[in-house]
């Protein structure tokens, strides 16, 4: 335990500490091996370098050292006829991952803080909630799950169900900002948290009605009095404003190193399937010694370990009407889902990637997605973006009620000139499409921005084609070619993967994998997060060989 938290302080802790050591001297500042200018030098014009480091993750991740695999290959038998007995082999980048479930305490964390910074808007909070009538069946009786799975105190480590796709990924930006605030706020780059709310008397954000936003921030549309922290990151390029504190200071810059603009996200089916089999304690020197079926090794769901010989290593159903074992020896000590920490890890550390919950992948389904696989972390759902200008010519963000930077689909595929890119921006602005940044008097969203709960809309979609659903919310206008016009599977259909209390053994082998709506949710999903790691593939390269790397030769001129 020692050694874990010694590692987990050195890639939290340590790299944040070294950012306020990493501005050199002038006499010992590093210099630009193309121009010979030193870095860092507020007389040379005062660009500055920071220490390059490996990023630190994110609270609760831990790291996944990324490698190639067979996509798939776990999986013996196609009991479906569905396909997903292909293969094939697929390389993914590293990447961090939640080590647990998030949990019902989780959520109403998330629940709290939109109840205290938007008190009147009841829509915003209601589209939150999770949704508990997934325990409601007409025959059985499961009623008291429905008010008290999420909230009682004896299920605050359980993960949270009634969470559609879409909800798990407002959740995942909502992570995302919290952790970058509280990042900046405790080391001093914002008010810290006491100054913010007034020790405690208000609630802490950036302007009336505004939290703090990441890319907002890291636009510097964030700055000034009841803002700025006390140990604001030094400027010194010349055309920088002094303070009244005599200094030169800016906000934070993705540059230091300090926050992410990326953050938190679903992980892909490919990443998740990886992480869940964690293959990486079988193989030595790129040599697999044993496959796997499952997160653990053998071909058996109980443990072979004394002490606990026998014990069911999962929560899952055993067999029509077996959800537990039999009193006095209950084998997976669960009838529904168990606390996010139960069983043992996979070798990756990650705890129920078999059974508790199913879990929402980022993918959307499709039949043949192993043949149409790209090279490099293959992923299916990408649906370009990008960020909304309020002032082109300034670099002035829009923003929607809530504070956040609005994203419209992308127009190209590549970058514009800077006259297309300014006459775009005023076609957008003509249109009425431009945010005005202030909400009106009724409360309705501001000018553009999406209506409060209608991002996913289902009539709409990203990228502005049609979808018109019948009576089952399947009728897919889109893609006619691939299945017709009336189909189970359309663009609205999200992955999920990992078996649960509710399934068989069958589908805690991490290849198999199932689907439903994107604004659908079950008793038996749930969802954890996952980060991109961003810098070297390599995640542990101590005790590991490297080429030796040489340093750059010092320019003096003559």
């Not at 480091?53 to 996944?64: C, D, K, N, Q, S």
């Not at 949704?131 to 008291?144: I, Y």
């Amino acid at each position: 335990m020692f050694v874990v938290m010694k590692r987990i302080f050195t890639r939290s802790v340590l790299p944040l500490m070294m950012l306020v050591l990493a501005l050199a001297s002038c006499k010992n500042a590093p210099k630009s091996q193309k121009t010979g200018m030193k870095y860092n030098d507020k007389t040379n014009g005062g660009f500055q370098v920071f220490k390059k480091t490996h990023p630190a993750p994110g609270p609760g991740l831990v790291p996944i050292e990324g490698g190639t695999f067979v996509m798939g290959g776990s999986l013996d038998q196609d009991v479906q006829f569905d396909y997903t007995f292909a293969r094939a082999r697929v390389p993914i980048s590293s990447f961090y991952m939640d080590e647990t479930e998030v949990s019902n305490n989780d959520w109403l964390e998330y629940l709290h803080w939109l109840s205290i910074n938007f008190p009147t808007d009841r829509e915003l909070y209601y589209n939150a909630l999770p949704d508990t009538l997934v325990w409601r069946s007409a025959l059985s009786a499961n009623e008291p799950y429905v008010n008290n799975y999420l909230r009682h105190p004896s299920f605050q480590d359980y993960p949270v169900v009634g969470v559609s796709w879409e909800q798990a990924n407002d959740y995942c930006v909502w992570r995302t900002d919290r952790m970058n605030e509280n990042i900046l706020r405790e080391t001093g780059r914002l008010a810290d948290w006491k100054t913010a709310s007034n020790d405690g008397k208000k609630v802490p954000q950036l302007k009336k009605g505004e939290p703090f936003n990441t890319e907002i921030y890291l636009n510097g549309q964030n700055k000034g009095n009841g803002i700025d922290g006390k140990n604001m990151m030094p400027n010194l390029s010349p055309t920088a404003k002094v303070g009244a504190n005599g200094k030169a200071t800016r906000p934070v810059r993705l540059e230091d190193g300090i926050i992410t603009q990326e953050g938190y996200r679903l992980p892909t089916e490919a990443e998740w399937e990886y992480a869940a089999l964690g293959l990486v304690g079988n193989t030595e020197n790129e040599n697999i010694s044993e496959g796997k079926m499952y997160p653990w090794n053998g071909m058996g769901v109980r443990s072979p370990k004394s002490g606990t010989r026998g014990l069911i290593l999962a929560n899952f159903k055993r067999g029509k009407g077996d959800y537990m074992g039999v009193a006095g020896s209950l084998n997976d000590k669960a009838d529904i889902t168990a606390p996010v920490r139960s069983y043992l890890p996979n070798d990756f550390g990650l705890y129920n990637m078999a059974g508790n919950v199913n879990e929402w992948t980022s993918d959307t389904y499709r039949q043949l997605s192993y043949e149409d696989f790209e090279g490099l972390n293959p992923y299916r759902g990408n649906q370009f973006t990008e960020k909304r200008m309020a002032d082109a010519s300034k670099g002035v963000l829009a923003k929607d009620k809530y504070g956040k930077a609005i994203h419209d689909p992308a127009k190209t595929d590549k970058k514009m000139s800077y006259a297309d890119y300014l006459a775009s921006q005023a076609a957008g602005a003509n249109s009425g499409a431009t945010n005005t940044n202030k909400a009106p008097a009724n409360g309705a969203a501001p000018t553009g921005a999406p209506a409060p709960g209608n991002k996913y809309a289902p009539n709409t979609s990203l990228e502005g084609k049609p979808y018109t659903p019948d009576e089952r919310g399947y009728n897919d206008t889109v893609n006619t070619v691939l299945y017709g016009r009336t189909t189970l599977i359309n663009d609205r259909s999200k992955v999920y993967k990992g078996g649960s209390w509710n399934d068989m053994a069958y589908w805690l082998n991490p290849s198999t994998r199932r689907f439903m709506d994107q604004a659908d949710a079950s008793a038996d999903i749930g969802f954890r997060c996952a980060m991109t790691n961003i810098g070297p593939a390599e995640i542990f390269p101590s005790g590991k060989s490297h080429f030796p790397v040489k340093k750059p030769k010092d320019f003096k001129p003559h």
